[in-house]
């Protein structure tokens, strides 16, 4: 069984229960309730949109991952949004 399935409905993939991404779901539903009962910030975005979840399989992958978390925030731009 794949760790993901499609629903026939409304053609959305869901997680199956018991697998690695329902699992990681459920944390980040949990963390979002708890960050924002503590916030009183009911319903509020906690986790990024649309990015990429890896799973990192090796420590050639590690090192490389840790390099980029490292020197990755010093190619961003100034942004006045967010400065």
Known sequence: MSPTDID???GVR???AGS???VI???KSAVTRE???KRN???FPVWQRNYFERVIRNDQELTLT???IATN????HPDEEYA
């Open 20 to 22: 690695l991404g329902s």
């Open 73 to 76: 925030p010093l190619e961003w």
């Open 8 to 10: 026939e409905k409304s």
């Open 35 to 37: 960050i924002n009962l």
């Open 66 to 68: 840790r390099e980029y």
């Open 41 to 43: 910030t009911p319903a």
């Open 25 to 27: 779901g459920a944390f």
């Open 14 to 16: 869901k997680a199956v």
